[in-house]
């Protein structure tokens, strides 16, 4: 299963000269447009004056977008290992763009259902490809520091909304929020996607088969990783380590969705006095802000703190302190304003760096091998959790919003199941061991090791 | 080949960072606008 020409893994092997530090752009030219996906919700007003969509229609394209980026990853994951990094930023890129179109010709014609297919099924397929696209290659060209390269990455997928939310508004704003001005939006967008992404196309390279870098030939081995030999994603699936992370990425994600989710009326809720109505939304939109940046800086911060400190001491921080974090909020309430700002930019900090740190954790635990394909199929966790973390917190606070209950005792229960879900997950972190290889495979190993150790001493 | 080694490859790696900086950067300060709202009540 090779691609060929242009697209091949043999096409894109680095000469030499050529400087890692051109990877992380590479990466981020897919991440930051793959990850305007998280600002969805600035069409979804146009989408309900203009097509008349109701709420659940007008999220329908998010909310299949990230259900299809986790299928898509699982199920093209050992594909991407095999084609190489270019071939699947091509074909991420070729997908999300295509699927922008026709999220455009849908608004020209007026049918929302279109809209959903383009943006959130094709859109989707190109979202899964795409995040996965540049994760093992990042790691094989810092195998000093696995953390801080996925790092760059996965923050972009957080910074890409950061960039799409004001763009796609000014947008709106040139062409209209009519039909003919949401097709406009839609095109120019996957216009401008279409070229920002072929840069990362054209830049990515491979390292040479057995290049490492200077700093780790004179100065310190790589940074442990699986005993034994690596292992295949259908190898990895089968052990219980695969799916004790497999719990602890999908609740970490409910947690941190329980505040990102309803960001907005949970700050009205706990801290409603303002001025005027207007300084009370301009508050509340702050404070949505300052989540939005404190998920991406968490993703490369905490990330490439874990370099330092070990992948499972930094899920020891994401999960133990998420769950202090989410009851300091139920004890305290609102009864201090910056006690409660950074208890929540804690939490969306951990959030984000869940996302981040998973990939050098997968690493550790099985290998550099087929370590794009394993986290594929791990990301159907955060599939799950962008159904269940939305029901869980929309559906506790509606159903207290409805027996007239005001204030931050609104969200009492759904903060208190996080705190379990945090504490579950922390449990299952604990538990994680590196995978021990079969016998017959540990003694082979370790007459290797011996081999290479004598070899070491001799010469 | 871990460092750039050449004046183009130099060239390069500033230009690709530019590539992804720059809106990085508008999204940041178009974000970071609405933050002081917050502390303003």
Redesign the interface.
Known sequence: MQSVGFLSRDRIV?D???????VP??A??IH?AIGSVYAWSVFKLPLHETLKASGLQSALPFTFGIVILGISAAVFGTAVEKRGPRWAMFVAATCFCSGLCVAAFAAEIGQMWLIIVGYGVIGGIGLGIGYISPVSTLMKWFPDRPGMATGFAIM?FG?G???????SSQLMKWFGTDRQGLAATFLAMGAVYAV?MT?GVL?VRL??PE?E???VRTAAPKSPHAAGPDRTANEAIKTPQFWLLWVVLCFNVTAGIGILERAAPIYRDYFP???SKA??T??A??????L??ANSLGRIIWSSASDAVGRKNMYRLYLGVGAVGYLVLIVAQNASKPLF?VVCILLLSFYGAGFATVPAYLRDLFGYQEVGAIHGRLLTAWSTAGVLGPVIVNAIADNRIAAGVVGPDRYRWSFAIMVVLLLIALACNELIRTPQPPISVAAETDARKSATVSAVEEG | ??????PS?KV??VL??L??GV??T???Y???V????????
Not at chain 1, 161 to 167: G, N, R, T
Not at chain 2, 1 to 6: A, G, N, T, Y
Not at chain 2, 34 to 41: D, G, H, V, W
Request: no cysteine.
């Open positions: 680095a030499v000269g050529w400087s890692r530090w051109l752009p590479a981020l030219s930051l972009g910074g909304a950061l960039i799409a939310s004001p763009w920002f840069v830049l390292p040479p290049w870098p200077a700093v006095h303002a001025p300084a009370l301009a508050a939109a702050g404070f949505v802000a300052m939005s940046l700002l | 080949m871990s460092e750039p080694s050449s490859n390069l790696g690709s960072w590539w992804v809106p990085f508008y999204g940041v178009e974000l970071a609405k933050i002081p709202a917050l502390f303003a009540n």
